[in-house]
């Protein structure tokens, strides 16, 4: 399919997510099933190796993988090889484990951002927290970033109570530099101002779906999925989305179409 610049799309129109609920976290069925059916994830991708090997080859631009919290690199291991074999030069955040927005992560990362954007724009991979800082660091820097990438990503949520990670959170919490609250209200600043594709499931034990999702627009646009919140690394379905946004020339943007036989992999977006 050709590509057509940014500016030639307009969205459809969609409806709008339903609003969160103040202190309403995902159900318990869905958070106390998450470990079960993240292996359910990694055992789809296993059995789905031969089918990404048809996944669109990259530029060589390069790529940073942020994890979530309470994670390392070593959770984004499966997700950045298979994007390497696509050609890319990808990179994890190597700041060892995620526990939020420390003096160091966040020094780290725009480091990283500036060394790497010497080369060529950036883009930015973010699963759960990690996408949050994708998101912040391409506000700080949209010209070092090409695109954003998040899984899972809770970045329009509005009460942290609306996450199973909440209290997790909390207590890492005095570790965090000053001004470390959770962004403010998407639908109350400037517009993002990279493209930016939000993956997101419905099925999500940890995180609101709702909160990971904003309104579609010209270089904006969510994708729905079915997985688990710790199976978005391994899913084939996201990993198939990840691969084709990357694979999209610098400076043309379309919204993601599946590519047939593969359509009732992805549901309805929100």
């Known amino acids: ?30 958070y106390l099933t998450e470990p079960t059916r993240a292996a359910v994830d990694m055992g789809q991708f ?7 090997r048809a996944a669109p ?16 690199d070593g959770s984004t291991s499966v997700l950045r ?17 995620n526990i939020g ?23 930015i991979v973010g699963w759960s927290l990690g996408g949050i800082f994708a998101r912040e660091i391409a506000r700080e820097h949209p010209d070092l970033v090409r695109q954003v990438i998040t899984m899972g990503s809770p970045y329009a949520m509005t009460d942290m109570r ?22 403010p209200p998407e639908r ?11 993956i997101y499931s419905k ?28 199976g978005f690394g391994y899913n084939p379905s996201v990993m198939w989305v990840v691969a084709d946004r990357l694979s999209q020339p610098y400076g043309y943007w379309r919204p993601f179409t599946p590519p047939p036989g593969m359509a009732g992999m992805y549901p309805r977006a929100a």
């Open 1 to 30: 399919m050709t590509a057509v610049p940014s500016d030639a799309y307009s969205p459809l129109p969609d409806e709008p997510p339903l609003p969160l609920v103040e202190g309403q976290a995902p159900g318990l069925l869905w």
């Open 46 to 52: 296993a059995a789905t190796r031969q089918l990404l």
């Open 57 to 72: 080859s990259g530029d060589g631009h390069p790529v940073m993988v942020l994890p979530g919290l309470g994670a390392s």
């Open 81 to 97: 090889r298979f994007l390497a074999k696509l050609g890319y030069d990808v990179h994890g955040w190597g700041l060892g484990r």
């Open 101 to 123: 927005p420390t003096v160091p992560a966040v020094q780290g990362i725009r480091a990283q951002l500036r060394a790497l954007g010497k080369v060529d724009k950036v883009s």
């Open 162 to 183: 609306q996450t199973r990670a909440n209290p997790a959170y909390q207590l890492l919490s005095r570790f965090y530099t000053a001004g470390a609250e959770h962004p």
């Open 188 to 198: 109350g600043r400037p517009a993002f101002p990279v493209p930016a594709t939000s």
């Open 203 to 230: 099925t999500d034990g940890i995180v609101p779906w709702q909160g990971c999702v904003s309104d579609p627009g010209p270089r904006a646009e969510n994708v729905a999925v079915s997985c688990s919140h710790l």
